[in-house]
């Protein structure tokens, strides 16, 4: 019962006081036990009151603080942010240019050029400096793979330097396998730090030399008869011809008939030209490497009854892609005793030379039935 009747008591002086607050005001000034003190004392009493009604166990010190809870409710003043739903493409990746690269320029020495057993012969290629990086003194050639060909296993690259976008010739020297085949050699090029590297995109491609060796006991000339082109004033010719063809033929005769009567046991190329005033017959052979100190050997003549036979043969070499130079030519009729042609061929030693034997008509175009008996390269 003492909390409701505190309750009340407390009820009666707050009506007391807001009665107070209501009276009219005196114009005389109020004394210290005025209107103020009436309201400071019924202040006081309320607060007495109310802290007499606090529980005991109120807690304390620091975890009287109340932590406020932080509400969603969107500010006026700054923008609302909206997740963007596009996506930002990737960037794409950039192809950095190698340190070191090469791009092949150029070569000597075709591929599959055929060259005699134990034959020595250079190989060139022209490269181009297409990376980053200048090549100098402590770069080199280097052999990677396949068929060393006895060369050496590196060499240096230059003495100088290859800046990038300048070309350079590299150059080795060879020696033909004893044996018949195909043999290929690969090469790259190694820099200072013993890094070797070579064409492509990622600088990973060997260059190459490619060689078919010729046996010592097989005629160049006669076995690759069909791989020259034969033609003569009435154009291409087909290989093997047909005897009596009015525009020229080339026949392989494996015991021909020479006019001297005898029949010789080693084979021979039966070349008779266009049937004309002036004709002639060429066949132009696929590219061959000298060796140092060969020669050019052949037998030649007019077969058995060309009694009219009447020619000139001419052997020409055009080394390395240069002008077609005559290396020798012999006028020949059915009279002439057979002619033994010997060639020193030490001037093309190293170049890749393209040969063409020719017979062209002096008179007597019916008959000019001449041969080059086992022409060859020797040694």
Known sequence: MKKPRRLYCIFLLLMLLLTACNFPTLTATPSSGG??????????TVQALLSQNLPSDTPTGPQDTLTSVPTNTPNPTQPTIVPSTTQTPPTAAVTQTPCDRAQFVSETLPNDTEISPEGMFIKTWTLQNNGTCTWNSGYSLVFVKGEAMTSVASQQLTTSTVTPGQTIQVSVNLKAPSSDGTYRGDWMLRDGNGVSFGLGTDASSSFWVQIKVMGSKVSYFIDNMCAAQWSSGAGDLPCPGKTNAA???VIRQDAPKLQNGTTDNEPALWTNPQSTANGFIAGKYPAITINSGQHFKAVIGCLLDAKNCNVKFTLVANADGGADQVLQEWSLNYASPITNADIDLSSLAGKSVVFTLKVTVISG????????????LEP
């Open 247 to 249: 525009k020229g033929f």
């Open 365 to 376: 175009a019916d008959q000019a039935q001449a041969y080059w008996l086992k022409p060859r």
């Open 35 to 44: 209107q103020d003190a009436v309201k400071t004392i019924a202040a006081m």
